[in-house]
């Protein structure tokens, strides 16, 4: 043999085997949500509960190895950078389509633009005669407010007139109205005098004409109580002397009533 023999490579060390472990589903969980779970290095990572299990139900948990894991990991890194090529590749593609969706939408916009021009231009000219054709109406309108103003005006002067002179005639015929009122007025006023005096003078001559009876009922009454007391009947004396006593206050107040109508007079 050439040389020493070789020393044997050592064999490979096993990888360790996954782990395996049973966890319980809280009462807590809702159904739906991924539960996290500790691995025996330590690491926290998220499982989903089987369907069908509850709360207080168990279920295995598979743990990876570390080999195993690095394995896991370099694949989700190739699926990461492949789905970000993807998404590169989508991205691209979208702003191809949005910048060619950009352009149809410039030209789309241009001829828009480019109608949208053409009808100003044809509003403006519209309105630009039926301008010219408002203002030749509104002048025909305004001459013909004009003529009617000026007529209204005369007619308003007119009425004007008519009633200033209809105001005086009544002004007039008021003041006649009044002074026959006054007139007439006054000689009702005087007749009503006369006719008061001539009441006053007959009340008058009433009333003297009752103090002349009185007085010839005072003098019989007078006389009738000297008889009396003559003949000592000297209740009727005090009786007549009362009845003589009021005619005097009947005169009195005769004289009194007398007194004040010819005040009157």
Known sequence: PRGPAAAAAPAPAPAPAP???KVMVPQSWTPGT?????APNGRHMSVQVPTGLRGGDYFLVH????????????????LSLEEERQHAEQQRLA??????????????????ESRKRQELLRQAHEAQVLAAQQARAAEARELELRHRREQEAEL????????????EAKRQAHLRAAAEARAIAQQEARAKAEQEAADEER????MLHQVDTI????????????????????MLAKKLKLEGEQLVAQRQQL????AAAQVRL
């Open 255 to 258: 004289e009194g009533a007398i």
């Open 19 to 21: 782990v395996q472990t």
């Open 215 to 234: 007085n010839a009922d005072i003098e019989s009454k007078r006389q009738q109580k000297a008889t009396a007391v003559e003949q000592e009947d000297y």
């Open 34 to 38: 991924p539960l996290i779970v500790e």
């Open 156 to 167: 308003e002067q007119a009425r004007l007139q008519e009633e200033a002179r209809q105001r």
């Open 63 to 78: 743990f990876p190895n570390d080999a195993e894991e690095q394995m896991q990991l370099a694949e989700a890194m190739r």
């Open 203 to 206: 009340k008058i001559a009433f």
């Open 95 to 112: 702003q191809e389509r949005e910048l060619e969706a950009a352009k149809e939408a410039s030209r789309q916009q241009l001829a828009e």
